[in-house]
């Protein structure tokens, strides 16, 4: 088992703690079994002094009257200001912006989780603020709680010594993409969504949509990291229609947020698994040749500009969520049949 490394540890630690609410069967079901169920994926709300904050995740219990402000640390240095603006974040705070119940909001901490070679720069940085937030090292055997304390014991008892994690088996489809995503990555969620559309001989999507159907938690996200996720889609579309897919994809009109299904080879209903296998070779071969780092001629080598932060946002007040677990492998296994 391997660690998450640093290009991956933000997307690995969002999927982790996603997958540790609901109740994935590849790692441990501890904090789903005590209620805790994700809640907001980057909102960033006020706290009492009008300072914004903007953990990664939110994760809550109504049971165990328990809120968790989730921030990650993949460098050695911690942000001492923000820090302090976590350390002002009150219980008013967490039932009335973070979007939980005014159960869940009896409690709160945040909580730092870190790369275990950089605990003591984080530790000192914590001191220097003057906050005393539980601190999770990300060790080899899973996650350990080597620092301070929750305000829910129970959770503690969860992190020690170690909550055991399997570091090579992480889900890593609920939130598949960000904005450090390579671009192949991106062309490896994105273009089967592509293909299928295309099978189902539709002459236009929405980019929006194939966004929506590749992150299966896409309304938990707050909309600056759905709109990057938008315009890296947008960017790698782009790039197919310079190459493996010049002769079937174009944009509609301004803005690329349509994308049109042209000379459609499944309009051929006498060949449709020879077309396929042909689409999946122009994937495959779309995927390799940006793993080489080489963009399609005519393509623009400069990265997309993304959406600056929008102003702050306000959570609605949370509802009881249904357990969707089984419904979303569901659905992707239809997604996998469709193709």
């Known amino acids: 088992m391997a660690k998450p490394s640093f290009s991956t540890f933000n997307l690995t630690m969002l999927n982790l703690w996603i997958a540790l609410t609901k109740g994935d069967p590849k790692v441990p079901r501890e904090l789903y079994a005590l209620g805790y169920r994700h809640k907001g994926i980057e909102w960033r709300f006020q706290n009492a002094k009008r300072e914004s904050v903007q953990p990664e995740l939110i994760v809550a219990s109504d049971s165990q009257e328990h809120t968790c402000l989730l921030e990650w640390k993949s460098g050695k240095n911690a942000d001492n200001a923000q820090l302090r603006r976590y350390g002002n974040v009150t219980q008013m705070d967490v039932q ?13 901490d945040v909580v730092i989780v870190s790369q275990s070679e950089h605990v003591n720069t984080i530790t000192m940085g914590m001191a220097t603020a003057k906050v005393s937030f539980p601190l999770i090292s990300c ?10 304390g929750f305000a829910n014991k129970t959770l503690d008892k969860v992190f020690t010594p170690v909550l055991p994690i399997d570091w090579d088996h992480v889900p890593t489809s609920f939130v598949p993409l960000d904005a450090d995503s390579p671009r192949w990555r991106v062309a490896e969620v994105i273009m089967p969504k592509v293909i299928k559309h295309m099978a189902h001989s539709q002459p236009m999507v929405d980019v929006l949509m194939l966004c ?20 890296r889609a947008r960017e790698v579309l782009d790039d197919a229609m310079g190459g493996e897919f010049k002769a079937h994809l174009s944009f509609s009109g301004t803005g690329k947020k349509k994308l049109v ?41 400069t990265r997309i500009e993304f ?19 089984a419904g979303e492998q569901s659905e992707a296994a239809k997604d996998r049949e469709s193709l």
């Open 261 to 301: 299904i042209s000379n459609n080879p499944f309009d051929n209903p006498t060949k449709r698994t020879a077309n396929l296998r042909k689409l999946k070779t122009a994937q495959k071969n779309l995927i390799a040749r940006l793993k080489a780092g080489v963009s399609a001629a005519g393509v623009e080598q």
């Open 139 to 148: 060790e080899d055997s899973g996650l350990a709680l080597v620092k301070n």
């Open 307 to 325: 959406p600056p932060d929008l102003p702050v946002a306000t959570l609605p007040t949370a509802t009881a969520e249904p357990e969707d677990l």
């Open 96 to 108: 009335t912006c973070a979007g939980v119940t005014p159960q869940a909001a009896k409690s709160h």
């Open 212 to 231: 929506e159907e590749a992150c299966p938690l896409w309304g938990s996200m707050n909309l600056p990291a759905r709109q990057v996720v938008e315009a």
